[in-house]
């Protein structure tokens, strides 16, 4: 299969990660790329660098403001005196509309959602390959290839039009399946994080042309806490394009994979032609984050699932930390995908 | 003047304030209440305990959900394991409506607008018996005083119907106002704290029958950066009934009075006939906050310009931080207003 990384994804070092009232270090570790690299390979994987493919289709998303915020945010941050060395939210506009802040402090919590989102030095450059990256396996899908492995780090889908979030600036799988769209494709994405696909639900969640469809641990105790109930079906132009699938904490393999058929089945209704797949790994029952209890052989089988729908897929990576499965849990998924 | 307080007020006792992604002690200390008591008896304010007016008052304008957030978190978030001693919020519903999450760490981020406004133990009862210091002034008045100050501490001005913010949890100065009107008073809400009344403008902007009107630093570079600016006039039924008077970071006494002319001005056509004064002292010139400069003096000119008008007033505490010169504008911003 190919895949697809550059090393520059790996300039991303986040430290501060606050939980419950306590600052922690970001699982979001740029060690995760070595791990995963190393389990698609197992899989088969042949990894080239990424083309880059300029701004334009990551600004066909993401907001001018923003995507200003992110390349400058850190500079001028770092101008204010005692500040931290990375730029943390304090304050969130919790109404919108809200007027847009001139000052650093004020567009931080504009466009941070949390703090689990904060950014350095390295952070716009690794977000931008990362996007580059998941754009050059949509590059390779309308090229003939039937399945490509784009290792995106950091990952993406908690990431707005205009907010950062959960570990995510640049909504990589969304960006993938916007270029594909443009490319005349009709896609589909299926978003396998243990967390709900947030940011990607908030970006096309008034459109009906790019059907959005998230398996995830039940949002009412679990991040992102807000989204990902079921009753959120997109609105406007776009009301019954978004499916939900919370699944209750501790779900194994059995009970996910009937409801994965259910969102295969919504995939198949809706006549896509491709999937944009947001592979997060971290459903599995050992990931530090404890939201469902997929097995490894599981990850196996749901990457066949979704193989047996025939559909070229992209298999755009999103969550999954650090444990002793994490790169099995790719070989298996990418394995079972291959067949 | 009559004047309120009562002790449990103390009680709440914030530890956490992140500012530039560093956390340092809150500036809103137990200690601000000896200093500010002592700067209204000098002006010759004799306080009496408020009466418990119960929570019909506070429930007019806060939501259910939120009071009893309010009410149970701290207890809630206490059962988390190695969660930290205060409830500090660390993600933000950035775009509502949202869906209403079940667990602590999302009830948080959903009601908790920023990271100065930690719950502790002692935070509920402090709040509570802060709005009925309101209250019991806004009771006076109703019997006939011509003006009252209320040592509301913790403040409110920057709570909404649903969320905490700036070192405010009920918005005192809003439910003052609130009962005055049930009281058959036509109430204006006056705001001259340094930061915007972003709280109080949140609760009444869909409302004609109360007008805001807040004087303050220009949010663009100030807190709470997203609201406060001029051209948020009110929404639907409520337009025009909110009136932003943003100054440039600096400004001092004259062209604050000025200003002050607008607000009255604004005040008198609207036929306002009881003013609720959000009174922050943090506009003076040794404010460790330095958004005004605003002399000592200058505090005597706003508390006789507001008399003037010849209406009643009920001052109610909002900010003010610890400097040597608090006390000392307080006295002076009440003794301008008694003449």
Request: proline share 6%; with cysteine; charged share 20%.
């Amino acid at each position: 299969m190919k895949a697809f990384l550059d090393d520059r994804q790996r300039r991303h070092d986040p430290r501060h990660f606050m939980a419950n009232g306590r600052v922690l270090q970001s699982p979001e570790q740029p060690a995760r790329v070595d791990v995963l690299k190393a389990g698609a390979e197992a899989a088969g994987c042949r990894f080239e660098a990424p083309a880059d493919h300029g701004m334009g289709p990551v600004a066909a998303l993401h907001s001018p403001e923003y995507l200003t915020f992110l390349q400058t945010i850190h500079t001028r941050w770092s101008r204010i005196p005692d500040a931290s060395d990375e730029v943390i939210p304090n304050i969130h506009p919790g109404r919108r509309p809200a007027s847009y802040p001139r000052s650093a402090a004020g567009q931080a919590g504009f466009h941070q959602a949390d703090t689990a989102c904060p950014i350095a030095a390295g952070t716009w450059g690794s977000a931008y390959w990362s996007a580059q990256t998941a754009l050059s396996g949509a590059a390779a899908l309308s090229g003939g290839a039937p399945m490509v492995y784009a290792l995106s780090r950091p990952p993406g889908h908690h990431a707005y039009g205009d907010m950062a979030g959960g570990f995510c600036f640049l909504n990589n799988s969304a960006i993938a399946a916007e270029a594909l769209r443009a490319d005349g494709w009709r896609p589909a994405i299926l978003d396998v994080d243990v967390h709900h696909g947030n940011g990607t639900q908030g970006i096309f969640e008034a459109r009906a042309d790019v059907l959005s469809v998230s398996i995830h641990a039940d949002p009412a105790r679990f991040y992102p806490f807000f989204w990902g109930h079921a009753h959120e079906r997109g609105i406007g132009a776009g009301e019954g394009y978004n499916l939900n699938l919370p699944l209750a904490r501790g779900t194994g393999d059995d009970d996910y994979l009937r409801t994965l058929d259910i969102a295969l089945e919504r995939i198949a209704a809706f006549g896509a032609d491709v999937i944009v797949v947001a592979l997060g790994l971290d459903a599995h029952e050992a990931d530090p984050l404890r939201g469902l209890a997929v097995t490894t052989p599981g990850m196996g089988r749901i990457g066949a699932a979704i193989a047996d729908t025939g559909l070229p897929c992209l298999f755009v990576q999103e969550g999954g930390y650090l444990n002793d499965a994490l790169g099995d849990n790719l070989t298996q998924f990418l394995a079972g995908a291959a067949g």
